[in-house]
């Protein structure tokens, strides 16, 4: 396996479309990379430079020690896995893994023996003697990635592989991924536009739109510090409350206060660090997860557990979706509309009032203007 490094990668097409604006990633031996975000932000562009697809127009991409940028694909040591499987119809499992070793003129008895190790370690072997037209659509991707496998590339390279499945096989394939992962130790960059596919798989995430990565960090960061309204926006499901309002003097510290038709409506903002208080009297933007808004009762006993102390403000509920564990609420306070999780039995019903509790200690704070997270320096 090998490390990546990205360096000021820029693409520029003849016609002056600027689709990479400066791109520095650094993914090390072994990390499974995920590139993330809407159509057009230039991931998959990016993931065929990597490939050699595409040309570099300024900068450099090093696999391992070396600069590929004038470096055919076929000599790059990379492995592609596509979204639509690209397999051969006329072959069966075995011989579309083992095409490219016979390409390579691997000595039979060895490619018998790799492609016998791949169909192990991706739990195939039964399925080597049919052809692509009688798999399941899960089945064929497993092929495909099985001949990835078998190359024993320094580099995976994933282009949204499980955009044609259904939902339940998008999971499953989902958790095969991870797994073959682990199992590999492999160096893997995956490109997807589903924000539930980049938290679950990878190591690291770069959230990227207009060809600029936005953030670039473990998922568990970008989840819970984003920079930015769009990462914040982007990364989550459900996405992220916003709420615009004011921070102002309370007691000692600060509130964040919410104006509507003559009421105001405050919530203190516990342990406010220095950057936010420097937004006293000014107007900010409140992001707060839906699970850090719930039903009053389930976040009193929390509270007691943990020791904080929630603001709760009376809603109107405009509809529920029942999930089992929990159930999503989509309510209504000074004109505000917010989604909360609360407890399957709270009995939150639509059209019904019902007392929510936020937990700011769980908030981030966002400059309206630049519309980056409060307490990070401009991009």
């Excluded at 159509?39 to 990597?50: A, F, Q, R």
């Excluded at 282009?159 to 590999?184: C, F, G, T, Y």
């Excluded at 739109?209 to 309204?229: A, K, M, T």
Aim: overall charge negative; some cysteine; glycine content about 8%.
């Amino acid at each position: 396996m090998a490390s990546l490094s990205i360096r000021n990668v820029r693409k520029v097409y003849p016609n002056g479309a600027e689709i990479l604006k400066g791109i520095d990633l650094d993914i090390e031996d072994g990390q499974f990379l995920i590139l993330v975000g809407g159509s057009g932000c230039g991931k998959s562009t990016l993931l065929n430079m990597i490939a050699g697809l595409e040309s570099v127009t300024h900068g450099e991409i090093a696999i391992g020690d070396r600069v590929v940028n004038k470096v055919p694909p076929k000599e790059r040591d990379i492995a592609m896995v596509f979204q639509s499987y690209a397999l051969y119809p006329t072959m069966t499992v075995r011989e579309n893994i083992s095409f490219g070793l016979g390409i390579r003129k691997v000595p039979q008895q060895e490619q018998d023996k790799i492609v016998a190790r791949v169909a192990d370690t991706l739990q195939m072997g039964h399925l080597l003697d049919r052809k692509p037209a009688q798999l399941s659509g899960g089945q064929r991707q497993r092929v495909a990635m099985g001949r990835a496998i078998a190359r024993d590339p320094s580099l995976f390279l994933f282009d949204e592989p499980l955009s044609n499945l259904d939902a339940k096989l998008r999971v499953e394939m989902r958790a095969e991924i991870k797994l073959l992962h682990q199992r590999l130790g492999a160096t893997i960059v995956y490109v997807t536009h589903d924000q539930i596919e980049a938290m679950t798989l990878g190591d690291r995430i770069a959230v990227m739109r207009d060809g600029v990565v936005q953030q670039f960090g473990s998922p568990q960061d970008i989840y819970d510090l984003p920079n930015n309204l769009y990462v914040a926006g982007f990364i989550g499901s459900p996405s992220m409350n916003f709420l615009r309002g004011r921070l102002t003097a309370h007691g000692s510290g600060i509130a964040f206060a919410l104006e509507h038709a003559g009421t105001t409506t405050l919530l203190p903002v516990p342990d406010p660090s220095n950057a936010l208080l420097q937004y006293a009297n000014k107007e900010v933007i409140l992001g707060i997860r839906p699970e850090h808004v719930t039903d009053a009762e389930s976040a009193r006993r929390a509270a007691t557990a943990e020791g904080y102390h929630p603001t709760e403000v009376d809603c109107t509920i405009e509809m529920t979706e029942p999930t089992g564990p929990d159930t999503l609420v989509f309510a209504w306070f000074n004109g505000i509309r917010a989604t909360c999780r609360t407890h399957p039995r709270a009995g939150a019903l639509p059209g019904g009032d019902v007392r929510l509790a936020f937990d700011l200690s769980k908030a981030v704070f966002f400059d309206p203007a630049s519309e980056l997270r409060i307490g990070m320096a401009p991009m």
